[in-house]
């Protein structure tokens, strides 16, 4: 039988064998990437880096992000050009970080509305961007057609839903949802709310609030009265049922005009648009004509079309 012995030399472990009267010595080297070194040698190894990539490997990443970005700007520019645009929309820029302070349009209080903390009732977002917010009402027109133009022209807006309008075909709001589009609360059954007592529209609201959240997994912070009427009592009630916000809005776009809150007949940064789940039933067109009217108004102005929850 052989011996087996063992020290250190060098920060190497040095292991002799002896085997039949010869002797073997076997030097092994202390592991790096961040062990310690060998006891008592008061040595701890540094780990490796990875060489930095070639400089061949980084201008190919760029050339791939250049090229994704040139496909991607062909694609808006073909679907501009299929939905009969006028010019490809503008790109919103980032959400901001930090969100804007959102408060109660001045006229728009009701008696000690900051006081109660109920939610504020606002027409524009406080921007300097010349972004605007598309927001789309009710449910009763659901247009396939509309649904592959917002895709295509990855247009952001959100959806003030009414159950008895969208309950005939949930599935046609859940692809919207699936999307991205964010659904909102539009009452269940689409009353004028301050002709009803607090109970009564309590049961409109949190109703509508248990559909969504049954129907399409998450329950909505954002509510908008039907006509745009409240009171105090509609206030409160949105507020026990979890409500936020309560955006109405200052401008209204149909198939044909447009219809203006402002004096000055004009859009502004930040302002909410208004129009509804319509077609020719109701309008001289369908929503896609809708939205290609809106858009080229926008577009020709310099202003784009931003989410509004990302400013909430």
């Known amino acids: 039988m052989g011996t087996v012995g063992q020290k250190y030399k060098n920060g190497a472990l040095v292991v002799s064998v002896s085997i039949r009267g010869g002797l073997v010595l076997?030097?092994?080297?202390?592991?790096?990437?961040?062990?310690?070194?060998?006891?008592?040698?008061?040595?701890?190894?540094?780990?490796?880096?990875?060489?930095?990539?070639?400089?061949?490997?980084?201008?190919?990443?760029?050339?791939?992000?250049?090229?994704?970005?040139?496909?991607?700007?062909?694609?808006?520019?073909?679907?501009?050009?299929?939905?009969?645009?006028?010019e490809v929309p503008l790109t919103a820029p980032p959400a901001p970080v930090t969100k804007p302070r959102i408060t109660t349009r001045h006229g728009f209080e009701v008696d000690g509305h900051e006081e109660k903390g109920l939610p504020p009732v606002f027409t524009t977002v406080p921007t300097e961007q010349k972004i605007v917010f598309l927001t789309i009402d009710d449910g009763a027109e659901k247009d396939p057609a509309f649904l592959r133009m917002m895709s295509e022209l990855k247009i952001p807006y959100t959806a003030?839903?009414?159950?008895?309008?969208?309950?005939?075909?949930?599935?046609?709001?859940?692809?919207?949802?699936?999307?991205?589009?964010?659904?909102?609360?539009?009452?269940?059954?689409?009353?004028?709310?301050?002709?009803?007592?607090y109970a009564r529209q309590r049961r409109e609201i949190c109703g509508m609030q248990d559909v969504i959240e049954k129907r399409f997994g998450k329950r909505p912070t954002l509510f908008r009265p039907p006509y745009g009427n409240y009171n105090e009592d509609t206030l409160r009630a949105a507020r026990s049922c979890g409500i936020k916000y309560a955006p109405i809005w200052n401008e209204e776009v149909f198939v044909d005009r447009w219809e203006y809150r402002e004096w000055d007949q004009d859009i502004h940064p930040g302002d909410i648009v208004l129009s509804h789940f319509r077609g020719r039933k109701d309008w001289k067109g369908t929503m896609p004509d809708m939205v290609r009217r809106f858009l080229n108004r926008i577009t020709a102005e310099g202003y784009a079309v931003a989410r509004l929850e990302d400013y909430l």
């Open 26 to 86: 076997l030097a092994m080297a202390a592991l790096a990437s961040g062990c310690a070194g060998p006891a008592g040698t008061g040595v701890r190894q540094q780990p490796l880096k990875a060489p930095p990539a070639p400089a061949a490997d980084l201008q190919a990443d760029k050339t791939r992000i250049r090229a994704a970005r040139l496909r991607a700007e062909q694609t808006r520019i073909a679907a501009a050009r299929h939905w009969g645009l006028k």
């Open 160 to 197: 003030f839903l009414s159950d008895y309008l969208v309950k005939d075909d949930y599935g046609y709001f859940a692809r919207m949802r699936d999307a991205g589009v964010v659904l909102n609360n539009h009452t269940l059954h689409h009353p004028y709310l301050p002709a009803l007592s």
